[in-house]
């Protein structure tokens, strides 16, 4: 138990899978499941784990598989942090005919229900890639309303998100 000292402080560290998912040239490929070994090899406490295409897409796990991978962390003895989710809500501001703070939305609300299924509560989120030629105001305003979109759904799972 904490005493309030700062020798009772630990910092825990945590390994994000984005380092190990093959998507820039040159960089190491590892499965879910061999970045998890790596992870504990390396000695982190727990992982963050990007939650697309190669790694934790929500459109490839279903309840079986999430309730393998939750057994799987807890197995290593390692903690899942969060999930990385990467949103743009002011991506297709050009385009109003699509709804793209809504599929930003959705996307981020499956993420948390995959969250919760894994047993962590957090879900890490980008807000918006500045666009040249629309006002500050106006992309503001965009990623509020996006993020307040996403966060009714998060909290659908009692899922936090982080910026």
Same mark, same amino acid.
């Given at each position: ?19 190990y ?6 960089? +190491? ?23 697309k ?10 309840k079986?598989d999430r +309730? ?11 903690t899942l ?6 949103s743009?809500f002011?991506a297709?501001?050009?385009?109003p005919?699509?709804?793209?703070n809504?599929?930003? +939305? ?18 890490r ?28 759904? +998060? ?9």
């Amino acid at each position: 138990m904490p005493t309030g000292n700062y020798k009772d402080f630990k910092v825990k560290t945590c390994l994000h899978s984005i380092g190990y998912a093959g998507i820039w040239r040159g960089q +190491a490929t590892l499965s879910v499941d061999d970045f998890l070994i790596k992870a504990k090899e390396l000695g982190y406490d727990g992982v963050v784990l990007m939650a697309k295409k190669p790694h934790l897409s929500p459109l490839d796990y279903s309840k079986e598989d999430r +309730a393998r991978l939750k057994k799987r962390v807890s197995d290593l003895g390692l903690t899942l942090v969060a999930l990385a989710g990467y949103s743009d809500f002011t991506a297709g501001y050009d385009k109003p005919g699509i709804p793209h703070n809504e599929i930003h +939305a959705a996307y981020i609300g499956q993420i948390a229900e995959l969250a919760a299924d894994l047993g962590t509560n957090m879900v890490r989120i980008f807000t918006g890639y500045e666009r040249p030629g629309i006002p500050y105001d106006r992309q503001y305003a965009i990623v509020v309303e996006g993020i307040q979109m996403a966060a009714r759904e +998060a909290q659908k799972h009692a899922v936090t998100l982080v910026v």
